[in-house]
């Protein structure tokens, strides 16, 4: 599914303009995006949790050359799947 295919779907679930849907999903993909920059996390029960987890440095290997290479630590997004999705996908 597609940005635009999402957004004609809550438009139509939720009887609303394209245009309403579309600020709704681009309000609350900006606000995620702002809480898990500043290192928060979101819990939407029975659907799941976005949080931000640390990845240690590594050390990794270039596949063309074989040489090791040094992989620094960093920040990236975690979604863990709630209850109620994981098993309705079952």
């Known amino acids: 599914m597609t940005k635009a295919e999402l957004v004609a779907k809550i438009a139509e679930d939720a009887n609303l303009s394209k245009a ?13 995006t702002a809480t898990l920059k500043k290192g928060g996390k979101i819990t939407l029960t029975g659907f799941g949790t976005f949080s931000v987890v640390q990845r240690k440095a590594r050390k990794g290997r270039n596949p063309q050359t074989g040489k ?15 209850k109620k999705l994981k098993e309705s996908v079952k």
């Open 68 to 82: 090791d290479i040094k992989i620094p630590a960093t920040k990236v997004a975690k979604f863990k799947v709630g």
């Open 20 to 32: 309403s849907a579309e600020k709704a999903l681009n309000s609350f993909t900006s606000n995620v």
